[in-house]
């Protein structure tokens, strides 16, 4: 199984990023997502999330800036990212995992699988 997260930049605040993780070597279409990321000096933490049928979750601090997006068609996941500010830096990690209930997906835990990242830069 390999995720490939890519898209990472360095923007200004108020900028957009989209991220894109590509997925092989798993079902894609019976598998939920969800993208974390990890700050300097902090712990990973949940951003969004889709199930497999299409349901999104987002931690509060992006809702109305994020928005999550799959393609079945293509295994791929992808998170639109706008009006990002500086407390959005991190490195940015896709993972997938066997679970669909919504809920669960805020736990890294729930997780099977995990990219390797793309940094994310938003400069003031």
């Known amino acids: 199984v390999q995720l490939q997260a890519s898209g990472g930049g360095l923007v200004t605040a108020g900028g957009s990023l989209r991220l894109s993780c590509a997925a092989s070597?798993?079902?894609?279409?019976?598998?939920?997502m969800g993208w974390f990321r990890q700050a300097p000096g902090k712990e990973r933490e949940f951003v969004a999330s889709s199930t497999r049928s299409g349901g999104t979750l987002y931690t509060d601090s992006v809702k109305g800036r994020f928005t999550v997006s799959r393609d079945n068609a293509k295994n791929t996941f992808s998170l639109q990212m706008n009006n990002l500010k500086p407390e959005d830096t991190a490195v940015y990690y896709c993972?997938?995992?066997?679970?669909?209930?919504?809920?669960?997906?805020?736990?890294?835990?729930?997780?099977?699988?995990w990219g390797q990242g793309t940094l994310v830069t938003v400069s003031s």
């Open positions: 070597g798993l079902t894609f279409r019976g598998k939920s």
């Open positions: 993972a997938a995992s066997m679970r669909g209930i919504l809920s669960a997906l805020r736990e890294s835990g729930t997780y099977d699988y």
